[in-house]
Structure formats: structure tokens, C-alpha cells
């Protein structure tokens, strides 16, 4: 009989009436789940083929509560913790730290809830802090985050492109706080995957298998990659803006719109998954890269172009990066269409 969490034995159906079908359940799991006879069972067909038996009046969420000591902590390490704690899902974190130590704890504190969506202080002391999260991890969609990501990546490039030809710089002055907001996003959709996993009543709410999660996870890492090299460019403008106007009808950066076209073409097919408009997409961003690499290579054959080849080199490469994620960003989605569209056979061994 099995007697704990992780334990597993065999027990054979039951026909009854010639219509229906039991199964005993093990008297150490309805005990510590707090059943009695007649109580109801929610029972879910998992699309892996398992059947799921919960009890229905299952709390929607178990608490998760962290503890910190932070005269123990490495220094310099309270954020890192912090930002661990968050993304493995903890919904309360305490912090004890001792006299005076209030000083040294609110930095990393401000740098977490800036860089966090739904965490508060809700209790302090002289010598205790106590932050808890307010945001339900089944009430962000994972589309929403992702669109979101895509439309402040496309937006900052939109911007670099028009201060490169002769818009005010102005328009890129908030590119730190954008990038900002994406990592914010990744760190929410990390978080979200990983209490996903533990709990099917998160899994859903949001309407996603695990393996679709983890999918999402990977997708909106492209997205956080990408929004790093559009970062790059902006404060690349900003610092060399001799580079604008020199060469302008051959710089990389022209190219950033072709790059803009097959993304917006992957993130439609997020929902539609159509094999053929991904491919297409990706096949476009592959020509890119080759053209782009190609104009390395015949720049780095010139002679005496000194710090003006230096500076589109870095352009160009920036401008691949975000094709090649843009391509990983692709493969991903066709990965996500195969899956929902495997059949389960059975396997006759001979």
C-alpha cells in the first residue's frame, strides 16, 4: 500500500453494473487530505493521458514563506536572494537582519520591488521586514506578458531608427526604464512557470499544459535577449553620434525593418501556428543574417575605415543578435505546434 508522497503500487479496476468502472483509493491519502465518505472529487483527463484526482474543495493555493537572516547572508547577495525567492515562487518573505541593519537592507530591497510585479510590505520593525506578494499567479495571462515584451522590444527599435535618421535623441532618453520593464516581465513569467508546475489549479486557470509553460518561458527569454541588443543600439546612437549620417544609405541598422516584419509575423503565430507563415518568417530572418554577415566581411577587407568600421561592426552584430533570437523565437512556436498535435498511439512489443 502506499503510504507517502512519491510512492506508487498497482490496483486493479472494478466492474460494477457492467457500465462503470471503480478504483480504491488509499485510505493514508483520503485521511491526509481530510475526506470523508460522500465528500466530492474534482477528476481532470490530462491530455498526457493521466487521470488527475483532486479533492474539490482544495485550497486554490498553498502559502510559500521564505526566511532570511541577512547577518548570515554573503554580502552583496540580499537581491540575489530576493529575486530567487520570487521566481521559485514564494508568496511571503521575511527578512530579519539586526540593530541598525535597516539602512543596509533598503537598497536591495527598492532594486527588487522595482524589478518585481505584485510584491509589498505589508510589516516591519527594527529588526524584521515582511514582504508578501498581492498578485494572484493565475491572473496574468502569459500571452499578455509576452506582448507586451514584444511591443516595448519593437517599440525602442521603432525609436533608435528614427533618431539615426535625424530624430530627436530624446526619444530613446527612456530606453533604461524599457528594458527594465522586460526584464520585470521575464522574471513574472519565470515565476508564473514555476508555480505552474506545482499546481494544476494555476496550470488551469491560465489554460496551459506544462510543456506549453515551459514554451512560453523560452519564448520570453528570446524577447528579454533581444531587448538586450535593442538596449545596446540605443545607448551605442547615444554615445557615438558621429556614426549617424556617415555612410547612412549602408548602415546595418536599415535593416532593423525586415527584422520587424517576420517578428510581428512569429508573435501573430503565438495563436494561429501556422507552419508555413513561421517558416516563411524564419527563412526571411535567415537571408537577413546572411546578408548582415556579408557586410562584416566586406567591411573587415576594407583599409583605413578605422573607428567608422568599428562602430558598424558592433550595429551590424546587434542587428543579427536580434534575428538569431528572432529565428530561435520561431522554432520555438513550430516546437509548440508539433507537440499539440501529436497523436498517443499504443506501441504493440513484439
Known sequence: MALGPGENEVRKLQSTGGSTFTISLPKPWVLAQGLNA????????RPSGALRVTPLDLATSFGKHVYFDFETLPVNSLHDHLMGAYISGADLITIEFGEGGRQMINPPIRRFLRATRGFE????????LDLRCLLNAGDMPLHSSLNRMYLQVTSLMRDVISVFEG???EFISDAEERESEVDALLYLIERQVRILLDSHLVATKLNLTRT?????????RCLERMMDHAFTMAQFIVEYPQ??????????????TE??????????????????????????L??????LLAYEHNLLSEK????????????????????????DFGEILLNMKISTEMMRVREVVL
Not at 460522500?38 to 483527463?45: E, G, K
Not at 506549453?212 to 520570453?220: D, R, V
Not at 556614426?243 to 532593423?256: D, F, K, R, T, Y
Open 38 to 45: 460522500r465528500d466530492s472529487l474534482r477528476m481532470d483527463w
Open 121 to 128: 510590505i505589508i510589516e516591519e520593525s527594527d529588526t524584521r
Open 167 to 169: 530624430g530627436d535623441s
Open 212 to 220: 506549453q509553460a515551459l514554451e512560453y518561458a523560452n519564448l520570453a
Open 243 to 256: 556614426v549617424i549620417g556617415q555612410n547612412a544609405e549602408e548602415s546595418p541598422i536599415l535593416h532593423v
Open 259 to 284: 527584422w520587424q516584419s517576420a517578428l510581428k509575423e512569429l508573435m501573430i503565430n503565438i495563436r494561429t501556428r501556422d507552419s508555413t507563415r513561421i517558416e516563411g518568417a524564419r527563412h526571411q
Open 286 to 291: 535567415k537571408a537577413l543574417q546572411k546578408t
Open 304 to 327: 583605413g575605415a578605422g573607428q567608422w568600421m568599428a562602430q558598424n561592426l558592433s550595429l551590424s552584430e546587434s542587428v543579427r543578435r536580434l534575428c538569431a533570437y528572432s529565428r
